[in-house]
């Protein structure tokens, strides 16, 4: 079964500064890897995601992330954040063929001026 | 589009006592999904549909109840309310893919039923 770990469960940074959420998981398959965004008393929405290709994928609103097959990581980066990035963030998995999501803990991003 | 729209937007239960969430989409998705959110607990699944008439448990089904009479709603029914199921539900959904073995459609989220069974 796939499963993701979230290592931090808060990150706190300033205004600026450059970001990194973790997520690593486990499956013996293949895997299709999703970051979500969800804003104060909102639904989640999607950042980005890794199907196949390029290792490194690049979302909405500056974020990316790189799919490391060996290090079984799908980690999130943003060079300079605003304000407005501060929301729960969730990685998530899924095979080929599988029709369920499997999410993370969440990863809370606290920007501070 | 209105996309997944969810009712109602709050509500408290008595322990005991059954109520249905709402869902709804408007754009014609065969997918759709229940979740529920708990603090630290990230989102589980409940119950999930992949069309009309066709639904499946998650990893959290116990306590609740589906069906999927038409394409476009999927209520999720609590019979007996229990403190435990005090949360966040979400309703998503998302199109049928091409290729039966990609994900390349994201899921739409709606807005959220908080409950709170006390």
């Known amino acids: 079964a796939q499963s993701v770990t979230q290592l931090d469960s808060q990150v706190p940074v300033f205004e600026e500064a450059p970001v990194e959420l973790r997520c690593n998981y486990s499956s013996s398959v293949s895997v299709y890897l999703f970051w979500y965004v969800q804003y104060p008393n909102q639904g989640l929405q999607l950042l980005l995601k890794?199907?196949?290709?390029?290792?490194l994928v690049k979302g909405i609103n500056g974020f990316e992330a790189e799919f490391n097959k060996s290090q079984t990581s799908f980690h999130l980066r943003k060079p300079s954040v605003h304000i407005s990035d501060t929301a729960e963030y969730f990685c998530?998995?899924?095979?080929?063929?599988?029709?369920?999501?499997?999410f993370g803990t969440g990863t809370r991003l606290l920007v501070s001026p | 589009n209105a996309g997944v729209t969810q009712t109602p937007k709050f509500r408290i239960l008595k322990i005991g006592q059954s109520m249905t969430l709402q869902c709804a989409q408007d754009?014609?998705?065969?997918?759709m999904y229940w979740y529920r959110q708990d603090p630290g607990m990230g989102l589980k699944l409940i119950y999930y549909s992949v069309g009309a008439g066709i639904t499946d448990k998650g990893e959290v089904p116990n306590g609740y109840n589906v069906s999927r009479s038409t394409t476009e709603d999927f209520p999720l029914r609590l019979e007996l309310a229990a403190p435990s199921q005090t949360s966040v539900y979400f309703c998503a959904s998302r199109v049928r893919d091409r290729e039966a073995d990609s994900y390349n459609s994201p899921l739409h989220f709606g807005n959220g039923t908080r409950l709170t069974v006390t």
């Open positions: 890794y199907l196949s290709g390029s290792t």
């Open positions: 754009m014609n998705h065969n997918y």
């Open positions: 998530a998995v899924t095979r080929t063929g599988f029709q369920k999501l499997v």
